[in-house]
């Protein structure tokens, strides 16, 4: 355990003979898997690192809706409609809690939405592709809430208390988006031969982006050595790209589809199976902001909020008249 170790690791995390007191105490209770509360004294580094974490998977809930939204009006049925206009709702809803989550480290909604406006801080690279067809309705609940569900079930471990709830609950949910995005592709790939050759397109566009959403291979990782030393990721990148593929692989081959990869073979030995790594280079400029919708993304969440200022004007008016009633009441 990294906590444990008595020289410095060189990779950023402290040794034990180089922690505070209080540092030391703090780690502790983390070794001891106890979960960490908003008022407990914390590292200003757990803090921030949390902050930007949380703050990054609540903009990517919220911005995750935007290519999803892109096709309820054009849903194939009346069913098929209600229930991804559920779905959307559903990712909302976990950003909302997220926001909730980071507002206990002491920053403000406002001021998280600002930075996601403003592009200072990033989302889920995968919501910077486009969603062409119905068949990537199909792809996006299958692989992306697949990918999405792998990250997070043992982030309900995680070491701060506030986001670990959240994450129980959003479990739950990413779960339903899972199977109903498998049961639009088990459609499709039963269906008619365009119908199947939909569904294969979306799993080609949709293959590598879903790897590239665990983050950069462990080796230029920045942040997972002292997350997991924190007990704020459970897992490193790679391990759970790797269990993806593992669980996925054989969830297209049940489907009739082909995974994108001439060079994927099963390993008897270790008992996994070996893949092509995606593009890094690609992955690096998208999250620089080059992705073929960044801007159209950014943009579309710029617009919502400025045309949201009645809203909020609103309610702070109204919030204000009642204040201002109580007070000539009392
Ligand atoms: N996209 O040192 P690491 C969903 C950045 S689920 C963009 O490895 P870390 C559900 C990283 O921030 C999707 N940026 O970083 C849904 C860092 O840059 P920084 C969201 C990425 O944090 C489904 C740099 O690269 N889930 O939305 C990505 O230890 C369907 C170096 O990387 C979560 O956020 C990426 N893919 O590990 C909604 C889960 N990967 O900040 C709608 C919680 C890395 O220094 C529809 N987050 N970067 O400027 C995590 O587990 C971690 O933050 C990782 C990255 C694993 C994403």
Known sequence: MYAQMVKSTGDGVKSRDEMSDEERAFQDRIDADEKIEPKDWMPEGYRKTLIRQIGQHAHSEIVGQLPEGNWITRAPTLERKAILLAKVQDEAGHGLYLYCAAETLGVSRDELTEDLLSGRMKYSSIFNYPTLTWADMGAVGWLVDGAAIMNQV??????????????????????????????????????????????????????????????????????????????????????????????????????????????????????????????????????????PCNAERLAARNKAWDEGAWVRDGLLAHAEKKAARRVAAE
């Open 154 to 291: 043992p982030l309900q471990r995680t070491s701060y208390g506030p986001y670990s709830r959240a994450m129980i609950r959003i479990c739950k949910e990413e779960s339903f988006h899972q199977r109903q995005g498998y049961d639009i592709m088990l459609k499709l790939a039963n269906g008619t031969g365009d119908q199947k050759r939909m569904a294969q397109d979306a799993l080609n566009r949709f293959w590598y982006p879903s790897l590239m959403m665990f983050g950069p291979s462990d080796k230029d990782s920045v942040h997972s050595a002292q997350s997991m030393a924190w007990k704020i990721k459970i897992n490193t990148n790679d391990e759970l790209r790797q269990k993806f593929v593992d669980q996925t692989v054989p969830q297209a081959e049940f489907l009739g589809l082909t995974v994108p990869d001439p060079d994927l073979k099963w390993n008897e030995e270790t008992a996994h199976y070996e893949f092509t790594e995606p593009d890094w280079s690609e992955f690096f400029d998208v999250i620089k902001g080059n992705g």
